[in-house]
C-alpha cells in the first residue's frame, strides 16, 4: 500500500536553531502534501499545503517566515522551523494523496519537536 | 467555524461491545469521509472511507454509515478489543480542502 514517510521521528533543539522535517511519499508520486501541527490530545490543525514545484499554500495564522515548505520533487516535501522557540515544539505530521485531489489521503509517522 | 463536530469526546467499551462514534457536517459540497485511527505518539493511520454515493460500508469489524440528508456519519466498531484503544478522527473534505473532527478517545476495557 501508499506509505508516506516522515524523518526524523524525534528531534530535540537548542531555542534559536533551525530544524528540517522530510516527509517523503515512498511508492508513489505526490504533486501536493500537507503540514498539519497536533497539540496533545487535540486534532490536527493544517498549516499549509505543499505544492510540487511552487510555493506552499499557508493557512490564516500560520507564520511562513517561520515554517518554510519546500517541495522540490514529487515525492519529497520538506518543513523547516526556523529559529525554533519552546512555543514551537509540538507533533508535526505531513500528508499526502494518493491518485490526485480525490484519491485516499495517507500519513506519516509524525515528527515529535521539542526545543529547549 | 467548526465544520465537522465529533462526539463523543471519550468513550469507554467493554471488550466485545460495540463503539460507535458520531460526526456531523455542514458543507453539502464535501464528498469523502474518512475514518482515522491514531496510537500514541503515531501519524494517523487510515481505517475506512466512504463517499455519499452509498449510506453503508464495511470492513471486517468497522463499518461506517452515512446519511447525506442529515449530514451525519458514524463509525461502529463491532466486537471491540483492548488492541482498538486509540483515538479515531473523522473527517470530511472536497478536492484539498479536509476538515477533521476533534477527535474520540476510546479505551476498551478488557
Known amino acids: 500500500g501508499a506509505v508516506v514517510s516522515q524523518h526524523p521521528s524525534r528531534v530535540i533543539c537548542k531555542s534559536g536553531t533551525s530544524v528540517k522535517i522530510e516527509c517523503r511519499s515512498l511508492?508513489?508520486?505526490?504533486?501536493?502534501m500537507f503540514w498539519y501541527r497536533q497539540f496533545p490530545k487535540q486534532s490536527l490543525m493544517l498549516m499549509a499545503t505543499?505544492?510540487?514545484?511552487?510555493?506552499?499554500?499557508?493557512e490564516q495564522g500560520v507564520e511562513k517566515d517561520k515554517f518554510l515548505i519546500n517541495h522540490a520533487s514529487l515525492t519529497l516535501s520538506t518543513l523547516t522551523v526556523t529559529s525554533a522557540h519552546p512555543e514551537d515544539s509540538s507533533f508535526y505530521i505531513c500528508?499526502?494523496?494518493?491518485?490526485?485531489?480525490?484519491?485516499?489521503?495517507?500519513f506519516g509517522e509524525g515528527s515529535r519537536l521539542t526545543v529547549l | 467555524q467548526q465544520q465537522v463536530k465529533q462526539s463523543p469526546q471519550s468513550l469507554i467499551v467493554q471488550k466485545g461491545g460495540i463503539s460507535i462514534i458520531n460526526c456531523a457536517y455542514e458543507n453539502t459540497a464535501f464528498d469523502y469521509f474518512p475514518w482515522y485511527q491514531q496510537f500514541p505518539g503515531k501519524g494517523p493511520a487510515l481505517l475506512i472511507a466512504i463517499r455519499p454515493d452509498v449510506s453503508e460500508k464495511k470492513e471486517g469489524r468497522f463499518t461506517i454509515s452515512f446519511n447525506k440528508s442529515a449530514k451525519q456519519f458514524s463509525l461502529h466498531i463491532m466486537d471491540s478489543q483492548p488492541g482498538d484503544s486509540a483515538t479515531y478522527f473523522c473527517a470530511a473534505s472536497k478536492g484539498n480542502d479536509m476538515r477533521f473532527g476533534a477527535g474520540t478517545r476510546l479505551t476498551v476495557k478488557p
Open positions: 500528508s499526502a494523496r494518493v491518485g490526485g485531489s480525490t484519491g485516499e489521503l495517507f
Open positions: 505543499s505544492n510540487e514545484g511552487s510555493k506552499a499554500t499557508y
Open positions: 511508492d508513489f508520486q505526490a504533486t501536493t
